[in-house]
């Protein structure tokens, strides 16, 4: 199952996928500007209705206002008559413009800001399932969609409704007889255009699967770009992406042969309609059952009856491309968010940590990730987490944030289950900090005090904890400077140091390392090493360890082996233990030494 797949699954692809369930849940956002919709609505029948005056003005002119000396009022009120006509028709069609605009944008920013708060508060598993490049299309792009819908296509669907509503009523007075043969084309249009719609409809969803393939093949090949490099890869990823482009633009082809088919059809419709209208019409005026204006009026309402039609199906596509999208967006506003927990107040954390027979599986493994964990951390003590991949070091520091909530057992602070406590007041105890570096395009006080106004004495002492005093003086704006995105214009080591900065600013009761060094070249694990000493005087401190070396002086080491503890204790009791620590350390040693 594809990414683009599994986001949708929210919504369904049942009754939720169609035009009328997408408008109802679109309803909630029109509703509190259905003013505005209601006055964009009315200048769009100003519009609809000024097509009928064409036709209308041209009769009493044909009939009158040629051939005759007692026509000269016809023949001035007519051409002043087509210039009001423009102005009306001009300014409604400025009106309905602006006033719908109004409320489509309103609601393309409520959508993208509501996606946005949802993807921030949903659970770490989404981030997991859904990749950058999915949640990207649904916020930025897909959402556009919606906008299109709303404004292109909601405007021609009621103006060119009304309008073909007006012309029809006009051509029912001019000749009713005449008027039956045109009504009898649109049950028939209307059939064609729902056959054409379905498949419409399914090729859009795999249109937006692959467009979204595409996205995630460019997201893959920017960010390993240094493999691609080394490994000369270029004409692999080409080859992806030519594969994928193919792929692509073989589906937007179909899209085209099945949605062009409706508009010559609809066009061959309506000229047999035409052609047997002027039949009948000259037979009328064979015995002087209509006039030569009524015959141009008619002939002229029905050809404007032919331009709405042929938007009227051309909007088909937007349509069904809007409805696909909408799936998508509304898939992502109906992720589940992250349990608020309870109503417990933490205001500081003692830094007391016990997990209690927990175990957890994540649901694609048959053996559970932890199983039966239990071991408790007093406060201020260092406790490290050791053993090989794939034991469940990660998963079991993730469950203390409650990135994910174990499956049986508790996790407690303080004496309490983590799941009393507020998420937010939960998270204001615990810092982190991890080999994978997260800053953002901002500046360095930013990124130090992330989430918070920063003060400035107060980042000045982070940085000074952390090593970069030295690093921040030699810059240009100093803690003001742009870092670049991801830190980019900083070294590894001044990256790493900048994270602890900012876990030193927070000053939280509770830490967790995830082996802040294993990247780091000697001179800067020696700074790094340094800044983490700093960071970690006084806390409760779990220590996810990679490199043996750099948890010798834990206080306890527990070792985990297939989700369980299988050894804890001091550096030198497991050594003399001669188990699985032992094992590891003499493998990494001999790896040291050669």
Do not use: C
């Amino acid at each position: 199952m594809s990414e683009k797949q599994t986001l949708r699954k929210t919504i369904g692809e049942g009754e939720n996928s169609s035009s009328t369930a997408v408008m109802r849940r679109l309803w909630p956002y029109l509703r509190p500007l259905m003013g505005f919709v209601l006055l964009g609505l009315l200048a769009m029948g100003f519009v609809a209705a000024s097509e009928a005056g064409i036709p209308m003005l041209l009769k009493p002119l044909l009939d009158h206002g040629f051939g005759t000396k007692s026509s000269d009022k016809a023949r001035w009120i007519v051409p002043v008559a087509v210039i009001g006509l423009a102005l009306v028709r001009g300014t409604a069609q400025y009106a309905a413009g602006y006033f719908l605009s109004y409320v489509s944008n309103k609601i393309l920013l409520q959508l993208r800001l509501q996606m946005f708060d949802r993807m921030i508060h949903t659970s770490a598993g989404f981030f997991q399932r859904e990749t950058a490049s999915t949640v990207i299309n649904a916020i930025v792009f897909e959402v556009n969609q919606i906008l299109q819908v709303l404004s292109g296509v909601v405007v021609t669907l009621v103006r060119d409704s009304l309008t073909v509503v007006f012309l029809l009523g006009y051509l029912f007075i001019l000749n009713w007889r005449l008027t039956l043969i045109v009504a009898v084309i649109l049950p028939a249009i209307g059939w064609l255009v729902s056959k054409i719609n379905r498949r419409l409809r399914r090729l859009n969803r795999e249109h937006q699967m692959l467009t979204n393939e595409l996205s995630y093949i460019v997201e893959e090949t920017v960010g390993g770009y240094k493999v691609v490099k080394v490994h000369n890869g270029e004409p692999y990823e080409m080859g992806r992406f030519s594969e994928m482009s193919g792929r692509l633009r073989g589906y937007a082809m179909r899209m085209q042969v099945s949605g062009g088919l409706a508009q010559p059809l609809t066009q061959f419709l309506a000229s047999i309609a035409l052609a047997v209208v002027i039949t009948i019409a000259v037979l009328q005026s064979a015995s002087d059952q209509t006039t030569v204006g009524g015959f141009v009026a008619f002939v002229t309402s029905m050809l404007l009856v032919i331009s709405p039609l042929k938007h009227l199906i051309d909007v088909n596509q937007p349509l069904q491309r809007g409805v696909t999208a909408a799936e998508l967006i509304f898939g992502l506003i109906d992720e589940p968010p992250e349990p608020a927990g309870g109503g417990r107040p933490l205001p500081r954390a003692e830094g007391r940590i016990e997990f209690r027979n927990v175990s957890f599986n994540y649901g694609t493994q048959e053996r559970a990730t932890l199983d039966d964990v239990s071991f408790k951390v007093a406060p201020g003590e260092m406790v490290a987490l050791a053993g090989p991949s794939g034991s469940g070091k990660t998963t079991l520091v993730n469950l203390l944030p409650r990135f994910f909530d174990p499956a049986g057992g508790q996790v407690l602070v303080d004496g309490a289950p983590i799941t009393e406590y507020a998420l937010h007041d939960l998270r204001a105890q615990i810092a982190m900090v991890s080999q994978d570096v997260v800053l953002f395009n901002d500046t360095i006080a930013a990124n130090v005090a992330y989430g918070t106004v920063p003060d400035r004495d107060r980042v000045l002492a982070a940085l000074a904890a952390a090593n970069l005093s030295d690093v921040i003086g030699s810059l240009p704006d100093g803690i003001d400077t742009l870092i670049g995105g991801n830190g980019m214009r900083l070294s590894g080591g001044q990256r790493q140091r900048l994270a602890i900065a900012r876990a030193i600013y927070k000053d939280a009761p509770i830490l967790i390392l995830d082996e802040a060094t294993s990247a780091l070249d000697s001179e800067s694990e020696r700074h790094v090493q340094s800044a983490l000493e700093t960071l970690m005087k006084g806390r409760t401190t779990l220590v996810i360890a990679h490199r043996l070396s750099t948890i010798e002086r834990a206080d306890r080491i527990l070792v985990l082996e297939a989700g369980k503890i299988a050894e804890q204790g001091s550096h030198a009791e497991l050594l003399r233990l001669g188990g699985l620590y032992a094992h590891l350390h003499r493998i990494q040693y001999q790896q040291q030494a050669a």
